[in-house]
Nanobody
Framework: QVQLVESGGGLVQPGGSLRLSCAAS????????IGWFRQAPGKEREGVSC????????YYADSVKGRFTVSRDNAKNTVHLQMNSLKPEDTAVYYC??????????????????WGQGTQVTVSS
């Protein structure tokens, strides 16, 4: 059974850090494209970052550039999103998604094939 499971969310103060994980089961992430998205209450889902596991290229939304880093852990079949210098506006449910091999991660969210259940990130003092 193909499954993506996010973890690592929580409550953090402004300026703090969290590392989200997206663990895949039922398939190997090699050559997939992985996207990280977030959705805040009352707002549309937005793309945060993505990585093409075929070539290692990474991409970031302007709002998180320089603060977030996406990386892979081959041994654990997992992709991480390291989030530093967190701001209250980063508060949202964060989702990871996987696209079948053969394409770029720079696609609309509806073109992704598999989704995780989401993990809540709250940045507040």
């Amino acid at each position: 059974q193909v499954q993506l499971v996010e973890s690592g969310g929580g409550l953090v103060q402004p300026g703090g850090s969290l590392r989200l994980s997206c663990a895949a089961s039922g398939f190997t992430l090699d050559y997939y494209a992985i996207g990280w998205f977030r959705q805040a209450p009352g707002k549309e889902r937005e793309g945060v970052s993505c990585i093409n596991l075929s070539d290692g290229n990474t991409y970031y939304a302007d709002s998180v550039k320089g603060r977030f880093t996406v990386s892979r852990d081959n041994a654990k079949n997992t992709v991480h999103l390291q989030m530093n210098s967190l701001k209250p506006e980063d508060t949202a449910v964060y989702y990871c998604a996987a696209r079948l091999p053969g394409g770029s991660c720079l696609i609309p969210s509806y073109e992704y094939d598999y989704w995780g259940q989401g993990t809540q990130v709250t940045v507040s003092s």
